[in-house]
């Protein structure tokens, strides 16, 4: 190949390898800071960037720390479901396509806010979907149901009190009733003195199940 078009070449090349290296997709990243009044963190691309220097050697350079990208914990409107994000979570970083701020925003559809693609700036991340570190799933899980394991599980965001197992609630229903079948009552017989009643003789009702049908809990 002649020198001037190998030069050519070789400069659109560079034009092609500097552009992409500026197309944001997405990163396996891990939470640096984050901050849950607001449920953005600071992202740390996991894995580092290989860059081609001038001699045509490699060298691999982190990406700067990707701050204020919102986490995306699963959602519906109305309904939500919030991971206890830490540091050193690790996390799929998304970069959109096109700017959707204005959309997250003000939720109509129209121009992006800005017209630039697969900026850093787009970036969201996927908590529950994670490159290495704790895994997705819980390995040996029953199949046939919604598992949710945690140190601590909380329904509802003012929830502080904690929900009765069927079992336990059952046992002690059983300690009301045999209490209330053998207790008696003590009073004075006249001319005898005092004297203790029998325990009733219809005993309580025992109480039936109490648990739910679908939800179980630990
Ligand atoms: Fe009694």
């Given at each position: 190949?002649p020198g001037?078009?190998?030069?050519?070449?070789e400069?659109?090349?560079?034009?092609?390898?500097?552009?992409?290296?500026?197309i944001h997709?997405?990163?396996?990243?891990?939470v640096?800071k984050?901050?849950?009044?607001?449920?953005?963190?600071e992202?740390e691309?996991?894995t580092?960037?290989?860059?081609t220097?001038a001699d045509?050697?490699?060298?691999?350079?982190?990406?700067?720390?990707?701050?204020?990208?919102?986490?995306c914990?699963l959602?519906a409107?109305?309904?939500?479901?919030?991971?206890?994000?830490?540091?050193?979570?690790?996390v799929?970083?998304v970069c959109t396509?096109l700017?959707?701020?204005?959309?997250?925003?003000?939720?109509l559809v129209?121009p992006?806010?800005f017209?630039?693609?697969?900026a850093?700036?787009?970036a969201?991340a996927i908590?529950s979907?994670?490159?290495g570190?704790p895994?997705?799933?819980?390995?040996g899980?029953?199949?046939n149901?919604?598992i949710?394991?945690?140190?601590?599980?909380?329904?509802?965001?003012?929830?502080?009190?904690?929900i009765?197992?069927?079992a336990?609630?059952l046992?002690e229903?059983?300690?009301?009733k045999?209490?209330f079948d053998?207790h008696?009552?003590?009073y004075?017989?006249?001319?005898a003195?005092?004297?203790t009643?029998?325990p009733?003789?219809?005993p309580?009702?025992?109480?039936?199940?109490?648990?739910a049908?679908?939800?179980?809990?630990?």
């Amino acid at each position: 190949m002649p020198g001037p078009v190998r030069q050519i070449g070789e400069l659109i090349g560079a034009a092609l390898d500097t552009r992409q290296s500026d197309i944001h997709t997405s990163y396996a990243g891990i939470v640096k800071k984050y901050d849950s009044s607001t449920l953005r963190a600071e992202i740390e691309t996991a894995t580092h960037n290989p860059v081609t220097l001038a001699d045509g050697s490699l060298e691999f350079k982190p990406l700067p720390i990707i701050p204020d990208v919102p986490i995306c914990h699963l959602s519906a409107p109305g309904f939500s479901i919030t991971f206890p994000i830490a540091v050193g979570t690790p996390v799929l970083v998304v970069c959109t396509v096109l700017d959707p701020s204005q959309f997250r925003s003000t939720g109509l559809v129209g121009p992006p806010g800005f017209i630039r693609r697969h900026a850093i700036g787009y970036a969201h991340a996927i908590p529950s979907v994670a490159f290495g570190g704790p895994g997705p799933g819980l390995p040996g899980a029953a199949i046939n149901a919604l598992i949710l394991e945690g140190a601590s599980i909380q329904l509802g965001l003012g929830a502080t009190d904690f929900i009765a197992l069927a079992a336990k609630v059952l046992t002690e229903l059983g300690v009301v009733k045999s209490s209330f079948d053998s207790h008696t009552h003590p009073y004075i017989d006249t001319p005898a003195g005092p004297a203790t009643t029998s325990p009733p003789t219809v005993p309580m009702t025992t109480a039936s199940s109490v648990a739910a049908v679908k939800a179980k809990a630990e």
